[in-house]
């Protein structure tokens, strides 16, 4: 008969683990994009995917953060506790809305973000910081786990050690979901990335037709005037004609400017009208492939043009459902992973939904229901709604 030894410490990992470290241990593995070109093309010239971004890390930053104490129905919400003070001042800088709208772009941009807890290594943080995904390294570990996470800046690098077992670090690393890839998450923008593309080409094609007379372009065919002279103007000639027209007759001042032609000099047309072109039709459709990405509703963003309060109150009502709310419950779960242990294990973190106001109208629809139901008990109802239950409210109030 065997017996366990009670000294030796339970080992749990994935039989797989390893498989995910095809390229040697300890080797820092770069992202498998270029973070800035997306930031860049997407965030910094592109107006359709910075709304996108802008609205859902501002709105989702807006959602105040709670903590409560204990499990299940016994859960108490606590308005005082230093885990409180660090998620509504993380650090001198910034406050926490302003961290968090950080870190949830970074995630939307990058399909990365990284929290640094600055303090004791396994104790309360004292500051939370963000950290750029370009910046960030991650060294695998054999267990399936990272090992360290190298952050390099200005040519200076230094790891933060992970636990190879557990992959616990000062860091935490958000990253959404990436079908080719163990290490690093997906960017939204890498499946708008032809769409961004395609309206920012269309943005340049509209500002070089504007800057060249607000007229598709056409050629200058030379004619002689007389048999004798040449077929073909000399290069000093098409220079000095080419210098001209871009003075007298390019850019947005020189619009509509009559051109006087002569010495066997004619106009011909030969671009396509921007009706031809279905150039408005086709940025439209790009503008909400890239919303598509996002989970933004087209109209939040400008691009249909019904907007009536009804419309508008359902598409804010469908971002939070598609695109808020989601990325609130990724980063509260990790939240709970990685902070709130290191204050205690009763603790936990959540968000007050009841503090959004595009909801507002689907609480309202909830607690007239539930004012309506004659068969619940009073606890039943405060349940229902994720409220703690009150002494004596196991009756039901029904009418007489």
Known sequence: MKFKNPFRKEVKTSASAKLLVPFGVREAKFTPRQYDQLAMEGYQKNVVAYRCISLVSRNAAGVPWVVFRGKGASRERLHEHPLIDLLNKPNPSQGGAALFETVFAFYLIAGNSYIEAAGPKNGEPLELWTL????????????????????????????????????????????????????????????????????????KWNAALLQSSGRPSGALVYKPAHPEALDTLTGEQRDTLKAEIEQYFSGSGNAGRPMVLEGGLDWREMGLSPKDMDWLAGKDVSAREIALAFHVPPQLIGIEGSLTF???????????????????DHMRDALNNWLSPRFSDDISIGYDADAIEALAPRREKTWSRLAACDFMTVNEKRQALGMSPLEGGDVINAPL
Do not use: C
């Open 132 to 203: 750029r995904p370009d910046r960030m390294r991650i060294v695998p570990g054999g267990a399936g786990f990272p090992i360290a996470y190298r952050y390099q800046v200005n040519g200076t690098t230094f790891d933060y050690a992970a636990d190879a077992l557990t992959g616990q670090s000062q860091v935490l690393h958000v990253k959404s979901f990436h079908p080719l890839d163990d290490w690093y998450g997906m960017s939204p923008m890498e499946a708008a990335a032809f769409s961004i593309d395609q309206h920012n080409e269309a943005a």
């Open 310 to 328: 009804a419309n508008f109150e359902q598409a804010r009502l469908a971002l939070f459902d598609d695109a808020v709310l989601p990325l609130l």
